[in-house]
């Protein structure tokens, strides 16, 4: 029988079957020889018995995110507030950097709208002269969640963002029910306090949603810096024109993407980011000979 785990505990895994049942099970042995570990959102083959089941297999994942582990999302809401907590604007361009590597359609939410003061606006205009949806919300009082409801109809969702800014309250309010515990913000660190303990697949608006814990930092040292430039989707339709062929839109002159940023088509902060990440990647590789 095949289903799809929606939660992970522990070596315990919870599938969904096609008839609606929730299974428990475990992997089998030869998972840790193959070197495979099943991951929430995965479709998997089961053996069922006294209603507990073993995993046989695992299916060909679409897609698969290796921090938090999570596999086949087809898109992000990437949750961020106006203020409680401040933008930081490296994660966020972080996230949407790993968004773009995992072939992700990315929606930007950003929470708390009664907190704006118009202090974002350059933020906001970066997000969407790069080509993102945005969406302004604020979860409490339920303001934009059906437009992000609209959202998930046939989509594993994954929810990311750094801890306060309201995803936990977010899924709450698309859910109609408390199903993740709201956090408070740090008044001594400035940031929210992780409230999610694992990855749990929860059906909302006609697809999943999956709100993941840990996320604090996100390296991308993993990227290969001649492959960075293809997850920034500004970029796209200068690539190629450069002068030189294999570019990479740093030093090199006649550069047709550091042009674009000097006619205020690419965003500059966007590509201040890209430099500080194509030089972190340079050096973090030099470091590792």
Do not use: W
Request: positive net charge; hydrophobic residues 35%; aromatic residues 8%.
């Amino acid at each position: 029988m095949q289903g799809t785990i929606i939660k992970g505990i522990a070596g315990f895994y919870y599938v969904k079957t096609a008839d609606g049942r929730l299974i428990e099970c475990k992997a089998r042995g030869k998972f840790r020889f193959d070197e495979l570990t099943p991951m929430v959102g995965d479709m998997v083959e089961i053996a069922i018995s006294d209603n507990k089941g073993v995993i046989d297999s695992v299916l060909p994942r679409k897609s698969q995110l290796t921090r938090p582990a999570v596999a086949n999302i087809t898109q992000a809401l990437i949750i961020f507030a106006y203020k409680d907590p401040d933008i930081n604007l490296e994660l966020l361009n972080r996230f949407l950097v790993l968004c773009e590597y995992n072939n992700l359609k990315v929606t930007v939410c950003m929470n708390k709208s009664d907190l704006d003061k118009g202090q974002n606006a350059r933020i906001i205009e970066m997000i969407k002269s790069a080509g993102y949806d945005f969406l302004s919300l604020n979860a409490e009082k339920g303001i934009g969640t059906e437009l992000v409801k609209e959202k998930l109809k046939d989509n594993i969702t994954v929810l990311c963002g750094p801890s306060g800014a309201g995803k936990s309250t977010i899924l709450n309010s698309l859910a109609g029910r408390n199903l993740m515990e709201t956090g408070v913000v740090s008044n001594k660190l400035g940031r929210g306090k992780h409230t999610t303990r694992h990855s749990e697949l929860i059906e909302v608006g006609g697809g999943f949603i999956v709100d993941t814990p840990g996320f604090s930092s996100l390296d991308i040292d993993f990227i290969k810096r001649e492959d960075l430039m293809y997850s920034f989707p500004e970029f796209q339709d200068f690539i190629g024109k450069c002068r030189f062929t294999g570019c990479i839109h740093h030093k090199e002159p006649d550069c047709a993407v550091k042009k674009a940023v000097e006619e205020g088509i690419i965003n500059p902060f966007r590509y201040d980011f890209y430099i500080k990440m194509l030089e972190e990647i340079s050096n973090t590789r030099r470091n590792k000979r």
